[in-house]
């Protein structure tokens, strides 16, 4: 019980949403028992937190059912929003199965028809989800082959499959196929001693590249998201919303707004919304609301924020500690002390958070962009009131989540608004609306306290982080006297932060990477020695020096002490259980402090690969996305009150800034790892290291914007 | 006297009712249900709502639908023609030129605008034309590879 207890600790908060860590859910998702806290939204309207226990179930005909036409439809609680997941959870059924690909449908994240799971998110659906879906897919293999047996009148270790037929290794003409055992029903048997899955010599399907599964229907236009779905008599609603976090209704009138044909107003404690089967004349009629606020805003802007973050720091928790600090700064020659900052960031999917709720027969069906269908159900059943069995989410595809969508208020704000009217309702937030509520990555400080002996061996490591939270803030060098301090719980720390902050890819990791590799390079380049030649001095993880190693081969890197004016950085990390080592090459226009990267190497290490092809692109996908966060994007604000409000404000990462990008999956036999986050954690350090290398300025603030570099550049020793 | 806009949608006539305050992307999605046009922003910054509109990639959330009147607009959903996807969209899934998907209609149409006017484009002048478009995932790379090699194969069916 004590690692729910501690989960617990992680998931409850004001405005945290369920985000762990590995060790937490291998022991949950082992022991079939998972305690959820409903956590408050954005909209602060939840004001108790419920518990529900759900866990994964053992009937593997939740997992899976072959059809009368012989196509399998596969089951999972898990979403598709880009990572890919809907390719890959496919090969595995196939391959374990013994059915072809082609045949396998996926059914994703609806909680009628799908087994229960906690969400998406933390790279999790390969390595947790992969397992007990396997495990489903070779327990009904055996069960078939046991029913086949029968009715053949063969022994089963006579029997052999092809594409969900099974054959009779004597006598080719003796074969029945799955369809026909089944009839398009559930199956009907278990067995007592559970199959093993196949082993890695075994796989077919597994571990070869297959193109996105959904491609067609998203070059067409035809794949639906939550904002594309149509119910009769739906309505838009728009809804007014304060000008600030903080902010709290005194008075409103909505008067002129109830003037405008086929209008309907809701007043409902905190919700107001113009609802209208045009959603352009319900803003309209939504914008003539007049309403008055009361203000009780934190005294904190994006220029005095990391004084205030320190200042207001809560007491630190060892997370972990070796030998014994006093002894590491006796044998330490140059000492290295720094602090690092990242600012605010915001998810910015490029899908709006969605939803549209739909009331029929004492029934709530509601279609949402979430990661957490699940999650999102309890928390509707619970605001409805209607039961949680007649509460169905269903999620069609999101236009990207990470960790953004793990927060459902808008689910939340359709579903009341349907209960109260009777009427469908489609809630689909605006890009402010989006940059408004978004549960942005935490604005966070690292101090880091670290030195060496004459050799270049690290001896001791003294790490704080404020706010970043714990994942990836391990040391991962050998490091005999070492702690490190945990301030503030991550994101969980709404009595700090003026607004919502969450999980956003890879939580954690970005701001620990950061800091850790750009330590590492200053006290390499103190050092006189080459930072890979530095790093793998001070490691002794074996698959961390493994990708290093292959990352600088595949890069071509000749080795020299920074700033060898090359503009060549390196830095690694790891994350969801996946090693990950990058070298870049960038450009520093030394006039007006711009930054182009030019090159991103990057090799990974995430065990046996499911779909090189989907990995592949996740990793791409890492290295561009994380040119934002590296580069340009913060959140501006004033109190509660949020100044980025459009991409005008807020840069993402354009074609011109895109990196020559080669990726380099490493071979292994070994569990599956993450994917969709590890290539993500060290781009701020292997940008800020390139930087170092061909300038000497050191940058120590993600963004790293033209006017930091100056600044940077104006101050190097 | 009911006033109503008529314009031709991929390559049919049709009539909405007149509303100087909707725009060509409200009215896409919800009076023609043409939903492969995405909104993104609502402010022509992100691309994700770009059509075809006489010859012209436009942002249709930036389009009054009284500029519309008379006009040839091509959505998404009309680029394929007979159920056999044009070059532009197979590029995409043979490239996997995308993830989540969601700006991948923008992205297709904004290329497609671009080739319309110059068949020739560069690698250089691809990058330079997508620029506005926006991709939260990363699949940019992939992106431009697949402009690139559906420019390529346009030309050969062309000149062949």
Known sequence: MKETKEYNEYTAGETSVPGLRRRDFFKLLGGGLYVFFNVTDALNVLATESEQRRSLPTDYNAFLLIHEDGTVSCYTGKIEMGQGVITSLAQMLADELDVAYEKVKMVMGDTMLCPWDMGTFGSMSTRFFGPPLRAAAAEALAVLLDMAAEKLGISAEQLTVEDGVIISKQDKGKKIAYRELTSGKKIERYLDQKPEVKDYSEFRIMGKSFNHQDGRLKVTGEAKYTADIRVPGMLYARILRPPSHGAKLVSVDTSEAEKQDGVLVVKDRDLIAVLHENPEKAEESRDKIKAEYEFDEKDVNDQNLFDYLLKNAPEGQIINSQGDLDIGKRMVDTLVESEYYNSYVAHATMETHAALAHIEDEKITVWASTQTPFPAQETISRVTGFPLENVRIIPPFLGGGFGGKTAHSQAVEAARLAKITGKPVMVDWSREEEFFYDTFRPAAVVQISTGTDASGKINLWDYKEYYAGERGSDTIYDVPHQRTMAFGRGWRAPEVHPFATGAWRAPGNNTNTFARESQIDIMAAKAQTDPIEFRLKNLTDQRMIGVLKEVAEKAGWKPAASPSGRGFGVACGFDAGAHVAHIAEVEVDQATGRVQVKRVVCAQDMGFCINPEGATIQMEGCINMGLGYSLTEEVKFTGGKIETKDFSSYQLPRFSWIPKIETHILELNEPPQGGGEPAIICMGAVIANAIFDATGARLYHLPMTPDRVLDALKNKL | ?160
């Open chain 2, 1 to 160: 006297m009911e006033d109503k806009i008529q314009f031709e949608l991929n390559g049919k006539p049709v009539e909405i009712p007149m509303d100087e305050h909707q725009t060509l992307l409200w009215a896409l999605r919800t009076y023609f249900n043409l939903t492969g046009t995405k909104y993104g922003c609502g402010q022509g910054d992100c691309g994700a709502c770009t059509v075809i509109l006489n010859g012209e990639a436009i942002r249709s959330c930036q389009v009054g639908m009284n500029e519309v009147s008379g006009a040839k607009v091509i959505t998404i959903e009309g680029l394929a023609s007979n159920g056999e996807l044009h070059t532009l969209q197979k590029a995409f899934m043979e490239h996997d030129a995308l993830q989540c998907g969601f700006c991948t209609p923008g992205m297709i149409m904004n290329a497609y605008g671009l080739l319309l006017k110059n068949p020739d484009l560069t690698k250089e002048e691809i990058i330079a034309g997508m620029e506005d478009n926006f991709c939260r995932c990363g699949a940019h790379n992939r992106i431009i590879d697949a402009v690139e090699a559906a420019a390529k194969e346009m030309k050969s069916v062309e000149t062949r």
